[in-house]
Each structure stands twice: as C-alpha cells, then as structure tokens.
C-alpha cells in the first residue's frame, strides 16, 4: 500500500482494493431491487474506498482491508438510504405474503409450502412467486412491526443518524434466541441457501450454480424464508417483549 517514502500509494490501493468494492456491491445487490444498478453501487463503493484511504491510519490497529470494507459498506448505505427503492406496493406485498405464513403456520403448525402460501393468497404460485421478485430487498425487520400498523415505514422516517444499529436494538438476547431456532427450523433448502448467503456470503448467482436453480429462483426463496422467519420474529415480540 506504501510507496518508498511510506506514504501510502492511492493509485496502486485503489487498483488492488477494487475487486473488494466488486464483491461487496454484489453481495448487497441480491437483496435489491433491479432498479438498483450494480455499477451503481461499484462506483459509490469506489468513492467510500478512495474516503478509506484519505482516513485511515495504521495505529489505528485495524488491517486496512477491513477498515475499507467498513467504509464501502457504508457509503453504499448512505447511497441506498437516499433513494426510495422498494416501492409501496411491494412493501404491501410482502406483508400480505407474510400474513399468508402466519395464518397457514397457525393452523398447520408447520411451515407451509409455496402452493398453499399461494392458494391462501387467491393467486396462482407464478403470481406468488412474482411477488416474492418484487418484494427483493425487503428488511428483515421494520421497526413498524413492533409498533403500530400503518404504510409509512418507520425505518425510512427514522434513519437520518448513520451510527444508529436499529436491529441491535430490536435483537435482544430473546430474540436473538429465537431468530436462531427460526432459521433452523427453516425447510432444508430455504436454510441451506441461509447458511450460503451470510455465512459463506455467496451471492445469489453463485448460490444458484450450488442449488441448480436460477438466480431469480435463489431470490424467491431467500425472500420467502426473510417472510417465515420476519412471522417468528414479530410473534416474540408481541408476546415476549410488549
């Protein structure tokens, strides 16, 4: 990183480190929108890389990979949080499709399958698993899910400071605890794709190649298991932490 006179060399950093602004950016793309472009989030990525490298200190005892890494991350947040992108209508979605769950696991004390998430949905499983496309890059948890009902999402209103860890606040060791066993109860293929998506940190071409299946499939499913396990979540709250 450091030419001769210890100075560090941004031309050659910012050649080396580029292909970490690659990797991140797609890793975050699988849980977007189409609307946002991966090159979008390469160049900001870039920007935070080049911030990196004005800021960081090696006494600061951090290696400068993961400090970058931090720091691309986070520009591409701060990118993301300035633009609208799920729309209304599959936010709508999503919390009907999530409200299919509950009831179907309500009464099956099981999870259901896609056919009958559908049929409670009155839609064909094509339609269904439209939904779950469009509905790519919803949260795991909204802070409106442990409030009150409503459109707006709470998240969005209330996320103006850039330091605030709203899931580390909403995740206390209860939750966390169930989180854990939602996601082990997950059908086997929703939790193998789990498992390869933020342990592995595969992203969802890379996962399709392992399952056999389509990138936009490795969507449908993730987002289906972000629904069973989002249910599991809200259930704690109301009757563990209200």
């Known amino acids: 990183m450091y030419n001769a006179a210890g100075v560090i060399d941004k031309k050659q950093s910012l050649a080396e480190f580029a292909p970490l602004v690659k990797r991140i950016a797609n890793h975050m793309i699988a849980k ?18 080049m911030d990196a490298l004005s800021r960081y200190e090696e006494t600061v005892g951090a290696q400068f990979e993961t400090y ?3 720091r691309i991350r986070g520009a591409m947040l701060d990118e993301l949080r300035q633009m609208d992108w799920l729309p209304r209508g599959a936010r709508k979605s999503m919390r009907q499709i999530d409200a299919a769950v ?11 399958t896609e056919a009958e998430i559908a049929s409670e949905l009155k839609v064909p499983v094509a339609e269904y698993q439209q939904m779950l496309l469009e509905g790519r890059g919803t949260q795991l948890i909204h802070y409106e899910d442990f409030l009150e009902d409503g459109d707006d999402d709470f998240l969005e209103r209330n996320c103006a400071d850039s330091s605030a860890d709203p899931l580390a606040s909403l995740l206390d060791d209860n939750l966390r605890e169930v989180l854990i066993d939602a996601i082990a109860n997950l059908p086997e293929r929703e939790k193998t794709l789990m498992g390869l998506y933020y342990e ?4 969802f ?7 056999g299946v389509s990138e936009s499939r490795v969507c449908q499913i993730h987002n289906q298991a972000v629904s069973r396990l989002r249910v599991k979540l809200k259930e704690c709250a109301w009757t563990s932490i209200a």
């Open 32 to 49: 977007l929108p189409p609307s946002v472009e991966v090159d979008d989030m390469i160049q900001v990525g870039m920007i935070g890389l």
């Open 68 to 70: 970058a890494a931090q």
């Open 102 to 112: 509950h009831a179907l696991q309500q009464r099956s004390g099981r999870a259901p």
């Open 200 to 203: 592995q940190e595969l992203n």
């Open 205 to 211: 071409k890379e996962i399709g190649a392992v399952l």
